[in-house]
């Protein structure tokens, strides 16, 4: 009996159900549960065992692992109290340093690309789909190979406009880093987003367009408050990439502006061997990102996931 095409439409959708079904059951099984349990554990120990080496005496440090901590604990704030206040360290400059970088930094790119993705996603104009496919293979461009470009474009910028670099630059040399991570940023972040906002549904758009709303009021109203997981999502992604950044505050930077990462990397370099430093040090980095990222976890899930399907 020859099988018309419903039939076989009804049986690729029974394989995908049963194809479903198993990938369900197979992750949701004791054996994977336990295996991500394990995975959990050991990705833990690390950052666990970075901070009982922060808290830990220096002498302790150097003569016992830090996992001695369990049968002879010792605790000290010693190590906390010279990196942030001590002279030679004073990671606490470099701390609100990283903090002035990174807001503006997140908050740049996404006010851009939040304006964008609406464009390219419900407006029509000539020449759209070949700007949105330029922007997207953006994405494939090496960071390294655009900063020498950038770096003289901020050094001697055409039209005779001010330098945002060099001993005279406004804004304590703090503009160029933002601007640098708002342009690596830009491809990847109207992507997302235009993902996302494309599969809102025309219907929700047209009823507005008929009760007299226009672009302003349906990007204000309707759109941004629908777009906050994805909104999220790319903020933490930024603000994560911009605080553990070091290669662009060394290239577009100074040494008034350098941020935790960059005073970091010459305690490693300088004082290789004051491990208590080293681990104090990169646990006052570390802190942030992660209650920021534990925080809003949900959101960079959801937000990720929510572009990446059509149905």
Do not use: C
Request: charged share 10%.
């Amino acid at each position: 009996m020859t099988v018309i095409p419903e039939e076989k439409g009804v049986e690729a959708i029974v394989a995908q159900e049963s194809v479903a079904a198993t990938a369900k059951r197979g992750l949701s099984s004791p054996w994977a549960s336990l295996a991500a349990v394990v995975i959990a554990v050991l990705w833990t120990i690390p950052t666990f065992g970075l901070l009982v080496t922060s808290f830990r005496p220096e002498s302790d440090i150097t003569s016992s692992g830090w996992w001695t901590f369990l049968t002879d604990p010792s605790f000290t704030l010693d190590n906390y109290d010279e990196v942030l206040n001590g002279s030679t360290t004073n990671l606490a400059t470099y701390f609100i340093n990283s903090i002035v970088i990174t807001i503006p930094s997140v908050l740049i790119p996404i006010s851009i690309a939040t304006m964008a993705a609406y464009a390219f996603a419900w407006m029509k104009f000539p020449g759209r789909d070949f700007l949105f496919v330029a922007i997207f293979a953006l994405q494939i461009v090496p960071i390294q190979v655009t900063m020498i470009p950038l770096l003289k474009l901020y050094v001697q910028p055409p039209f005779d406009l001010m330098p945002l670099a060099g001993s005279d630059a406004p804004g304590g040399g703090f503009y160029t880093i933002w601007l640098s991570h708002a342009i690596f940023a830009l491809p990847l972040a109207i992507y997302l987003l235009h993902n996302f906002m494309s599969q809102i549904p025309g219907e929700l758009i047209e009823s507005a367009r008929v009760d007299g709303a226009g672009h302003v009021q349906i990007f204000t109203k309707i759109m941004l408050p629908l777009m906050a997981p994805a909104i999220a999502a790319f903020g933490i992604f930024q603000f994560l990439w911009v605080w553990n950044d070091l290669l662009v505050a060394l290239v577009f930077g100074s040494s008034e502006n350098a941020p935790l990462t960059a005073r970091l990397a010459e305690l490693s370099g300088t004082r290789g061997q004051d491990w208590y430093l080293l681990s104090a040090g990169a646990f006052v980095s570390l802190v942030v990102p992660l209650i920021v990222f534990l925080a809003l976890q949900r959101y960079f899930v959801r937000g990720l996931l929510a572009g990446s399907v059509k149905g």
